[in-house]
């Protein structure tokens, strides 16, 4: 589960709990048949003992790569809650980013035909304050995505006392988000420091 229990907030559900699309392997899971089929083919052609070695090289560089790809695979989950879009990726270094529904201001679903055969895309959303909006790669069913969160953002919009998602939230609004995102260890103690400064300023 790529958001644990303990980190829910109070009536937070989890909604849609995703890893990325599988095109994610595809690049070195094809280098690895590819090189392993070249190094049977050359086995069968009795090619010299070095050749032999150099393709030796070349398939246990392609399993090297799968396997790095298969680690980052497995520790990049997308979650989407009833509140918030929660980010996590990292190996040994483990970064996160959430983003809170009520911030959002615009969702954006985008395919190649690439991604329209395989089934994945990308999944951009925007909020205030930032230049550009912030793109979640390679999603599986980018469209149910894009639909879900839409979804959530009427259902909230439509809560009792819920101020629309448009409205701008106050220093003191994104101060308290701020301290909430460094108690859950989402951002880190310098990132804080910084982010704080610049909403300090605008008062």
Known sequence: MGLHAKLLNPGEVVEADLRPHWKFLAKPAT???VSAGGSLFALAEGVPRWARLALAAVVV????????????????TFVVTNQRLVVRK????RT??????????????RQGLLDRLVGCGDVLVESPGRD????F?????????????????SERAGAPGRLPASSEPTVADQLAQLAELRRRGVISRREFAAKKAELLSRM
Do not use: F, K, N
Not at 62 to 72: E, K, N, T
Not at 90 to 93: C, E, P
Not at 96 to 109: A, F, N, P, Q
Not at 137 to 153: G, H, Y
């Open 96 to 109: 996160g980013r959430e983003i809170v529904l009520d911030r959002l201001t615009d969702i954006t679903c």
């Open 132 to 135: 550009s909006p912030e793109v």
């Open 61 to 76: 560089l392609c399993l090297a790569w799968l396997a790095g790809r298969w680690l980052r695979w497995r520790a990049t």
């Open 31 to 33: 280098a690895v048949v």
């Open 137 to 153: 790669w390679d999603l599986p069913r980018p469209q149910e995505v894009q639909s879900l969160i839409s979804r959530l953002l």
């Open 90 to 93: 990292g190996v040994l270094a």
